[in-house]
């Protein structure tokens, strides 16, 4: 079993209520950074900027292996987080998720 270290864990939501559903991110579709790191931040569109289905709720680290993940379709999502967390959706992206509310 792999110890996993959680990184950050301040989340995307402003507020806890929201629905998702679950999806697994493929270790083989995601580069590693420049320390051999395969991690995707949260609120990343998935499963890409083009065809999203919702945004990653929490950090995933997919460095060993394939992850099941939570990908939010319906909530209020903190735009200070995502820019903590260096994540930018565009406007063309948050058009698409007419049940997710993003809020400064």
Known sequence: MIAKELFGGIGILKYKDYKGMPYTIKSADIEADENGKKIVPA??????AEAPIGLLLEDADVTYGDEAVTVVYQATID?????????TV??????????ITFVD
Request: net charge positive.
């Open 90 to 99: 565009s406007e063309d992206v948050k058009a698409k998720f007419p049940r």
């Open 79 to 87: 735009n200070a987080k995502l820019t903590k967390k260096g994540v």
């Open 43 to 48: 609120g990343t569109p998935l499963p890409s």
